[in-house]
Each structure stands twice: as structure tokens, then as C-alpha cells.
């Protein structure tokens, strides 16, 4: 069974950072890109970052770019590194795999986490 589990989310005043991770298993992702969705409350869902691979080339959401970081350690492990939180980055934040960064960027997952919450008081 293919999971993707997000981890490192919690509170934290605006100005603030947090790390996620996502631990991926049931196969190996070597080939897959990987990416972070966002969804608030009464929002659709957001595209926020992703990576290839390789890890060679990322790709951010305008909103969070020069704030967020997305890595991946080998195949199974993505993280986002999030500095100088707002209070709009409050939301759940999902971890996703598909074949490549523009199918993410698309919207076009394969495997799609449960989330992890991120609140960001002011």
C-alpha cells in the first residue's frame, strides 16, 4: 500500500519557520516528482512547491517564493522548509507524487497525503 505521510506541522507566530516532511512508502519514488499542496478552509487547493526527481530543478507558488524550500533526501523523503510565515500560509499542507514537476504544477497527482496543519498566528 503506496503512502505519503506528512509530518512537522503545529503553531507558530507569523515571522516564524517550520519544517515538513513527507515520508513516502509502498514503492520507491526514484522517477517521481514530488511537490506540497496547501488548502485553507473554504479554499480550493494550492499548488506550493515541487521538485524533480533528481532534484535538480524546483518550482515555486509566487506567493511563497524566497520563503519555502523544497528538498528531498534519496527517493522516499521531501521536505518544505518554510521561513518568514504569514498568516495567510494557514492551512493544511499535503504532501504529492507524480511524474514529473509540471504534472504537480498541473494538478495531475498520482499519490496524495493526508496533510499536516500549519497555523500562523499574527
Known amino acids: 500500500q503506496v503512502q505519503l505521510v506528512e509530518s512537522g506541522g503545529g503553531l507558530v507566530m507569523a515571522g516564524g519557520s517550520l519544517r515538513l516532511s513527507c515520508a513516502a512508502s509502498g514503492r520507491t519514488f526514484s522517477s517521481y516528482a514530488m511537490g506540497w499542496f496547501r488548502q485553507a478552509p473554504g479554499k480550493e487547493r494550492e499548488f506550493v512547491a515541487a521538485i524533480s526527481w533528481s532534484g535538480g530543478s524546483t518550482h515555486y507558488a509566487d506567493s511563497v517564493k524566497g520563503r519555502f524550500t523544497i528538498s528531498r533526501d534519496g527517493a522516499n523523503t521531501v521536505y518544505l522548509r518554510m521561513n518568514s510565515l504569514k498568516p495567510e500560509d494557514t492551512a493544511a499542507y499535503h504532501c504529492?507524487?507524480?511524474?514529473?514537476?509540471?504534472?504537480?504544477?498541473?494538478?495531475?497527482?498520482?499519490?496524495w497525503g493526508q496533510g499536516t496543519q500549519v497555523t500562523v498566528s499574527s
Open positions: 504529492a507524487a507524480a511524474g514529473t514537476t509540471g504534472d504537480l504544477i498541473r494538478y495531475e497527482l498520482e499519490y
